[in-house]
């Protein structure tokens, strides 16, 4: 069974940064690590859809929606099966839960953004900018 948990999750004045972590264990993961699977955060904020914010794939290759690049960066550690999101210069409009993702393909690439691509998700953790 897989399971995946978030970690890091807060509240912060806008300008500020948290580190989300997410553990994965069980699965496929037990046998190969998440190295050679795509994953990624997602959040939704109320009353809007969940959206993808940062993605990675089996090379380590990223991709960012526009609203964070330049402040978050999506890395992994394989060997402790354990993706972050390192979040800076946080603003207002970054409050939401946020989810990590996997996506169980070996050898995956390139970096997946749609939600729907993803078969295994964390409970979510939320993150509160403050102005």
């Known amino acids: 069974q897989v399971d995946m948990k978030e970690s ?3 509240s ?3 300008g500020g940064s948290l580190r989300l972590s997410c553990a994965a264990s069980g699965g ?3 046998l190969y690590t998440i190295s050679p699977y795509c994953m990624g955060w997602f959040r939704e904020a109320p009353g ?6 940062a993605h990675i794939d089996s090379r380590n290759s990223t991709l960012y929606a526009d609203s964070v690049k330049g402040r978050f960066t999506i890395s992994k550690d394989s060997a402790k099966n354990v ?3 390192q979040m800076d210069s946080l603003k207002t409009e970054d409050t939401a839960m946020y989810y990590c993702a ?3 393909s070996h050898n995956c690439v390139p970096p997946r953004v749609r939600a729907s691509h993803y078969g295994h998700w964390g409970q979510g953790i939320q ?3 403050s102005s």
Do not use: D, I, N
Request: aromatic share 8%; hydrophobic share 45%; charged share 15%.
């Open 8 to 10: 890091g999750g807060g």
């Open 12 to 14: 912060v004045q806008a």
């Open 28 to 30: 496929p993961v037990s």
């Open 48 to 53: 809007k859809e969940r959206e993808g914010v």
């Open 83 to 85: 993706l972050f999101l």
């Open 102 to 104: 996997a996506l169980y």
């Open 127 to 129: 993150v509160t900018v």
